[in-house]
C-alpha cells in the first residue's frame, strides 16, 4: 500500500535561509508524487507535481523537488525562504490508476524567524 | 476563476447529532473529492465522486457517514450520528478530468468540526 513518510514534524529556519523539507514514499510502481502548502484557514495549494521525466521539478514561489528512485525521496527545497513561506507542507502519492485518492504525510510546519 | 467553495466553516455539536458539510466545486470539473483532515495528521480520502458516481469510497465509514452529488456538481457529506473521533477538518477538493491521480486537486478552505 501507498504512504508517505514525513521525518520532520516542525522546521525552523531565518528568512533568507535554504530550506529542504523531508519526504519518503513507499509505493511499487512509479509513483505520482505532489507537494501541497497550507496556510492556516486555508485549503491546500499545490506547489509542484512530478510525474515522469526529469527529475528535478520546479513549482511555484520559488520552489523545486528532487525525485530519487533509489531513495524513495522526493524533496522539496527552496535557496531563500521568505517569511510569507511559513505554514505547513504536505507531501503526496497517488496511485496513477482512474481513482484520485491521494496519500499525505502528515506534514511539516514551518516556522520563519525573521 | 472562483475556487471551491465550502459552508459552513466552523460547527460544533455535541455527540450523537448530525452534521451537514456542503461542496460547490470549481465550475465544469467532473470530480470531487471529500477528505478527512484530523488535527496533526494529513488528508485521508473518504469518497471519490466522479460526476454523479461514486468511484472510491473504501475509507469512508458508511455507518454513520454518506455523501452525494445530485445532478453531478456540488455534493454534501453528512454524519449521523457524530463521535467525537469525527472531530476534524473536512476538505473539499475538484479537479477536471477522469485521469485519476494526473488531476490537480483544487481544495476548498474546508470545515472544522468540533464535536463535544
Known amino acids: 500500500a501507498q504512504s508517505v513518510t514525513q521525518p520532520d514534524i516542525h522546521i525552523t529556519v531565518s528568512e533568507g535561509a535554504s530550506l529542504e523539507l523531508r519526504c519518503n514514499y513507499s509505493?511499487?510502481?512509479?509513483?505520482?508524487l505532489f507537494w501541497y502548502v497550507q496556510s492556516p484557514g486555508q485549503g491546500l495549494q499545490l506547489l509542484l507535481k512530478?510525474?515522469?521525466?526529469?527529475?528535478l521539478v520546479q513549482g511555484i514561489k520559488g520552489f523545486e523537488a528532487e525525485f530519487k528512485r533509489s531513495q524513495s525521496s522526493f524533496n522539496l527545497r527552496k535557496p531563500s525562504v521568505h517569511w510569507s513561506d511559513a505554514a505547513e507542507y504536505f507531501c503526496?502519492?497517488?496511485?496513477?490508476?482512474?481513482?484520485?485518492?491521494?496519500?499525505f504525510g502528515r506534514g511539516t510546519q514551518l516556522t520563519v524567524w525573521p | 476563476e472562483a475556487g471551491v467553495a465550502q459552508s459552513p466553516r466552523y460547527k460544533i455539536i455535541e455527540k450523537r447529532q448530525s452534521v451537514a458539510f456542503w461542496c460547490n466545486p470549481i465550475?465544469?470539473?467532473?470530480?470531487l473529492y471529500w477528505y478527512q483532515q484530523i488535527l496533526g495528521q494529513g488528508p485521508k480520502l473518504l469518497i471519490q465522486?466522479?460526476?454523479?458516481?461514486?468511484?472510491?469510497d473504501s475509507q469512508l465509514p458508511k455507518d454513520r457517514f454518506s455523501a452525494e452529488r445530485l445532478k453531478g456538481v456540488d455534493s454534501t457529506l453528512k454524519i449521523q450520528p457524530a463521535k467525537l473521533e469525527d472531530s476534524a477538518v473536512y476538505l473539499c477538493?475538484?479537479?477536471?478530468?477522469?485521469?485519476?491521480?494526473?488531476?490537480?486537486?483544487?481544495f476548498g478552505p474546508g470545515t472544522r468540526l468540533l464535536v463535544l
Open positions: 477538493a475538484s479537479s477536471l478530468g477522469l485521469a485519476g491521480s494526473r488531476e490537480t486537486q483544487y
Open positions: 509505493y511499487g510502481a512509479t509513483p505520482y
Open positions: 512530478y510525474f515522469s521525466g526529469d527529475t
Open positions: 503526496a502519492v497517488g496511485a496513477g490508476s482512474t481513482l484520485g485518492r491521494l496519500y
Open positions: 465550475s465544469g470539473h467532473a470530480t
Open positions: 465522486f466522479q460526476n454523479n458516481g461514486v468511484v472510491d
